[in-house]
Each structure stands twice: as structure tokens, then as C-alpha cells.
């Protein structure tokens, strides 16, 4: 078996251009997204409690949020979970209450209801989290991801070059903001785990630049003739096979999440397929261009043997 | 060129045969287990507790497939439920003669069934996380301002009582925040008591601030002795918090450090949140007494007479009544430390209690006008009060100190120090974090998890089968090993599974097949350029490794990120991550390679290599 059969090398760099334009479009959307909408942020950043409850039969939504705002709560969420007789309740955090209290008043709140003795209710699970939780972990987050992006800089400018650490970092980061303004966009709940997915994306789709990105220094090692565009279209068509066969075995994973992994990992399977498929858009089609437009050259990658039959030199080929 | 040494093929085996010894405990499962541990915190198991458990199971005809003693508990392994309860009910009848009064806990518990010459080689299974077996966990915040508040609390009892003893005459001592002020008239006293406090407490730092006419001393804490001291205030909350879990009986609790200043608790199997946290929120279990010596009430202690009204009857260590009375003088709140120490004249073990300025103020009262009685300290657990000592007052203590001495070994002394300190915590708390989760949607987590390795891993070894053929086969038995060996790690290190962990286990195999589609696809090329079999396997292997080791270091660098910075879930997220990566640059490269060696390597003249179509341009 065998899918990909190219014969001659894809021209992508002659659209580099409009895929750019794509990039940067759907880029101002999400930012835009992030900014009118902001991230539906779960209970672990936010603080306060939630309440998973199954009754034995399908339950009105309705009744259920009347009888906990009737406890004088303001803001309360109540949502489906996976199925009709499975609800989300989300309490916002009450000062001077403790969960324990909390949980038993909605759960008493709800067996009050009339019709509670034909549908009983079950508290499956809760989970409280204080406001100052929430801070630190946004604080964590903001400085693994900056950890992330200056670690991989550093690591890339050192194994290739400054521009291509740039330009894997600047096409990756916008996968992490797409993935963002999807879940600004939709109202996803933005948990933990979805953090972590969108970290773990960033590792990720950079490894996929640097794929190609070896391909293109080792083209400009062994295809001395073609010029550098050339070179890039060589090294994303000879690698693209690889690139969607490994992307469809880690997309297949994620699937299998997405289908069996219940709610818990429902969002953190979907930030990970929509990184999975941005991140090979943005390897193949804007890391590259980005390195072509820094102007990445021949010499940038193989100073060592060039300067040794470097012809202006005078004193080429003396060796001490 | 594709052969490897005998020792690249005996480590390969090595590693192979570790990776499945630490695997293995993972499916045994567990088997049902009693569990016995101490009821009291005066009662301490040890051997013979041991030879006792052993004694009742035998004599009720039962005979468990283990039982082991670990310093806190003993635990006994059946076969089937039914001899678990059974045993239950034996141990229960002969070590708790009193259901009133447990001094031992028996309860149900799940233990590995990891059979001994596995256990004797450290391999365990992985612990399951909360949610995958349910329970309850907390987060504890430790105020440790307040801890330092209380510790400059008693500290400023400490100089009043030495600068009293020096003779120095201050113009008032009090404590501002964590500051300890003392206020003099003129620089000389100043500068004596200066001298006098920095020598007899070196832990302080004190400055000397010209505030008008008046001098003042502020002593603080210095920065190594301020935090040794909440490092103190956090232990002690720990074993405070382990000593009221004991009470709640649950069979393996959690209680850790997360951080400095905070608390981990984690009780599996638990599902009431309130009663938990009612007993983790107790605070004061310990109390001051006076002992009742009116004739009555000593008539009552005796045994004959009853005891006298507004009078309560509990019993010492030795079960000797004492009689005390119903008003509460001090609770564990005024407590603020507790230490075994040694008489000055005679070298007698005593027990050295330090009050706050509360607490010191109405022990000095109350010790003015009690000389000769007796006081009664008693500790409360599970609402039962027992007297920890009844020391005779020998003259009125003042500045918050107290020596309890007399027909003491240094061992009770430790011991009754440890049990004070234990009745109350070093520094408020609060939870700030809880989670609760049921026993079922544990499970159905454990399947979900289980269900998203097992499809996602089937499909991709049917596709790498059908599209690279002998290379497919060889990258999916590479896949295998990586889990095997990934599990192996986490079983080794004891990493606590969760379903993020699963999950980024899953997400590790999916990553883990990109090494092996790289090289498959290099080795394609290279046929493709026309390269002869060996030489392509060869030149595959090679070039491929330098992306390989790239694209590793970058995602592995993201994974770091997580472990740093991330907490809780997504700790277990990115350490599953880090090690996956790890495992899988030796299954999906070394041992790949090594099975590649293995079916063509030994081949003379070989023609072709079945690695799927390879297509000629």
C-alpha cells in the first residue's frame, strides 16, 4: 500500500503568500474570539463548586436550576452531562459557606422537589476550589507556556538557526491561539486538562516543524543546485507521507478519546484533535514560508564544510 | 551492517524482562484484606499485636494468603469475600471487647494480590488516583502567618519572663503582628536588654529604633528560624491531621506536604465529605481540667459513691478513674508547643508545655489558687476524653510555661508530648480545594480510560500492518513494548494513575508511532533512490535518528514545561508524557532496529525487503 505517489515536488512556496494570508485571518478571528467572548473557564481557574448528579430517570433542566437559585445562588450553571439524567451544577464561591454545606443544601434543595420520589437523585461527585487556586494556576500556566517557547527557541536556534527557532515558534504559537479562539468561539469549557492538551500541542506540532525543517537543512546539504525555495518544496513533499500518516495515527488516539473517553476527556481529546490538524496546516504551510520570508540561506545552516572552500578566502584549504 | 552485538541483544532482553516483572503486579488485581490498625493514639501496634491477629485468625479457622505488619497496620489477605468478612467478625469479637471503647480499628480492605516473589522484588502495581477509585480529596491551605503570630505570641511571654529574671526594667512588652516590641526609658536598659535577648534567644533579630523619649526593641524572627518554625507548624498539622483521619477509619489515607504550606489529603473509598471534613476542621481536642478532690468525688474514684454532680469520670492511661470537673480551663487552642525535656535538678523526664498569653494568663490564676490540687489533662478522641496526666500544682506558674515531671521514663515523656501537641494544630487551615468522587463513575473512568488505549492502539497496529507489512508488524511489537515499558516505569516509580495519565499515555503511544513511520518512510525512500535493501535499512535507521532526537527533545521540553509548572492532574498528565517520550526512543529505535537486525540483518543476499509498496518515480 502506498498513498502518496508525487512525482515532481509541490510548488507550496508559491502560495506561501495566500496560506499566509489564511494564517493570519483565521488568527484575527480567534484573538478576536479570545477578546469579545473570553474562554469559558472551568471551575479549577474560576473557583467555586460543581456538583455532577444523575437521577434514575431523564430530568427537566429547568426545575432543577429553579430549585437551586430558590437557595439564593445568583449565578448558577445547570447543564447536561453526556446524558439526559446526568447534570453539571456549577455554584459561584459563597464567603463564609463551606462546600460540604453547599452540596448538602442543593442536594437536599432537589430531594424536596415533588416529583423527587419517583426520579431520585444521586450526588456522583463534587469539586470545590478555592479563589486563590485559581490564580496560581493561571500563573502556572502562563510560565510553562513561556518555559515552552523559550525552551524550544533555544533549543531550535541552537540545533538550526535563530530563524527557524522564530519561525517554528511564531507558526506554533498561532496553532495554540486557533486552538484558544475554537474554544472561545464554541464556549468550550476551558479546563486543566485542556491546558495541558494545548502544551502539549505546542511540543507537539514543533516536532513536526523540525521535521521538515531538517529535511530543508539536509536539502541544502545534498541538492546543492536548487535554490531555496526549491529546497523547502523538496523537503515538505518528500516528508508530507510521513507527515499525515503519523498525524493520522496520533489523530486515531485522539479519536478514540474523543469516542470512548467519556466528558471527562471530551474537551481535552477536541483541543487536541483541533491542534493535531492546525498543527500540520502550520507546519507545512506557514513554518516554512515564515523561515523563507526570515530569508533562510544555505549558509545559515552549514557554515562549517562552506567555509572550508570558501573561494574569496586566500587562504582556503591551509590547515595548521 | 544491520547486525547488532550479542550485548545489544542481551540488554534489549534485560530490559524486556524488567519492563514484564514490573508490569506484571498490574494484573493481578486485589483480593479482599482486613485490615487492623490502632484505635487510639496511645495504643501503638507492634510484634505481638501481630502474633495476636494471627492467633484469632487461627483459632476461627481461617487461614489468610498473606499478613503483613508495616509499623501502623496489619493486614491480612483472603481469597474470597466471604473469609474476609468472616475474619472481620472473628477479629472484631476478640480484640475489641468493648464497641464502645475501639482501641483497635478492624476494617474492610482491598489489597494487591501480587504474589510474594514479585513483592519481594519491589514490584507493585501503579496506585490508582482518586478518580478512578473514588473518595474524597483535600486541599489544605496552612495560614503560616498565623503560625508565626502564635510563635511571637509566646516568645514575648518568654522575654517578659527573662528580662524579669535579669532584673532589666522595661516599660512594656507587646506583640506587633509577628514583631515583638519591647519599649525601654533610657538607652542603657535598652541596650541590656538588647544584649540579654540576643543572647538568650539567637534565633531573634533585634533593632534597636529611637522612637521620641522612649526606646524601643523590635525582635523578629530571622528568616532561617521563621521558616523552620512554619516547617514545625506544618508537620505538626500533618500528624495532627493523620491522628483524626485514624477516626474516620479509612483503610489507605494520603496526607502530604504539597508546596510549603500546604496539605494533601486524599481518603479513597470515603464518600462522606461532611463527617470528614467535620473531623479534619475539629480543632481543640485537647483540654485542661481541674481534678474534683472533694471527699465525694475522691470516694467516686475509688469505686464506691457517684460521681458528684457537675463532675465527669474519665480514665488515665493505666484505666484508673479520675474524676474532674465539668468546666473547661484550657483547650488544646492555647497550647502553642509541646516537649520532652529533663528536670535541671534532678534530670527527671518532663514534658514541657508552652501557653499563648492567653492561655498563660489563666493558667497563672488558676495554678495561684489551686496549690496542691490536682489538674487533669485530657485528650478527645471520637468524642471520648481520656486523661493523658494528672500532675499535683506545686506552686502558681506564671509566663506560660509548664513542666510536667515525675514517674516518667524519657519514652512517656516523647510519647505524651507527641499526644499534646497532637491536640491541636500548629497554624489554622482551610480547605481549598475538594473533590468528592463516587465509587461508580471511578470505574466507569477505569473503562473509559482502558477502552481509549485499547481502540485507538488496535487501529493503528492494523494499520501499520496492512501499510508497511514485516515493518508495520515490527512497529506495532515496538508499540507494545513501549507500553509495556511505560507502564513498567510508572509501576516502578509508583506514580499514581489517573485518567489524564491514561489519557497521555494514550496520547504517548500515538505520538511513539511517528519515530517508526519516520523511519519506515526514510527506509522507502532510500529504496526508492534505489539504495539495496541492506544498505536502505542501514541509511533509514540513520538518518532518521537526528529527527527523531529532535522532535523528542522539543515535545519532551513542553512535557518539562508541564511537570514544572503544572499542578495536580496535569502533573499526572505530563510525568506519564515525559516518561513515554523517554520509552519510546528505546522501543521505537533500539529495539525496532534490533528486531529489523533480527528477520533481515542475517541475510546474505537480500533481494527485497517487505516494507510495502515502495513506488518507483
Redesign the interface.
Known sequence: MEFFKIKKDIPFMRHALAFNVVSLVTFLLAVFFLFSRGLHLSVEFTGGTVMHVTYSQPVEIEGVRNAVTALGYNDVQVQNFGTARDLTIRLPVVKGVSTAQQSDKVIAALNALPDAAQNPVTLRSTEFVGPQVGDELVEGGLKALGFVVLGIMVYLAFRFEWKFAVAAIVANLHDVVIILGFFAFFQWEFSLAVLAAVLAVLGYSVNESVVIFDRIRENFRRLRKLNTVQVIDNAITSTISRTIITHGCTQVMVLSMLLFGGETLHYFALALTIGICFGIYSSVFVAAAIAMWLGIKREDLIKGPKRDIDPNDPNSGAVV | MNRYPAWKYALILVVLLIGVVYTLPNFFGESPAVQVSSGKATLKLDTPTLQRVEEVLKSADLKPTAISFDGNSIKARFTTTDEQLKAKDALQRALIPNADEPSYIVALNLLSSTPQWLTSLHAAPMYLGL?LRGGVHF?M?VDMSAALTKKAESLSGDIRTLLREKGIRHSGISRNGQTVEVNARDAQTAEAAKNAISDAFPDLNVVQTPTGAEFKLSATLKPIAASKEQEAALKQNISTLHNRINELGVAEPVIQQQGLDRIVVQLPGVQD??KA??ILGRTATLEIRMVDESPEARGAERGDGAVPFGDERFLDKNSQPVIVKKQVLLTGDNLTDAQPGFESQTQEPTVNLTLDAKGARIFRDVTRDNVGKRMAIILFEKGKGEVVTAPVIRSEIGGGRVQISGRMTAMEATDESLLLRSGSLAAPM?????????P??GA??IA??F???S???M??VI??C??YLVFGVISSVSLGVNLLLLVAVLSMLQATLT??GI?AM??A???A??SN??IN?RVR?ELRQGAAPQTAIHAGYD?AW??IL?????????????L???????RG??VV?CIGILTSMFSAVFFSRGLVNLWYGTRKKLKSVRI????M?
Do not use: C
Open positions: 478518580d486541599l491551605q465529605t461532611a471534613k467535620d482551610e480547605i481549598i480545594e475538594e473533590q468528592t468522587i463516587g461508580t463513575l466507569e473512568n473509559k480510560g477502552h481509549s488505549v481502540w485507538g492502539f487501529v493503528i494499520f501499520m496492512l501499510y485518567l489524564p489519557a494514550a496520547l503511544l500515538g505520538m508511532i511517528d513511520v519516520l518512510e525512500e538518518r537526528a529527527t529532535d522532535s523528542n527533545i522539543t515535545t519532551l521540553i513542553a512535557g518539562l514545561a508541564l514544572a509548572f503544572g499542578s495536580g492532574s496535569v498528565f505530563a508524557h510495502g509498496t515502495v513506488w518515480g
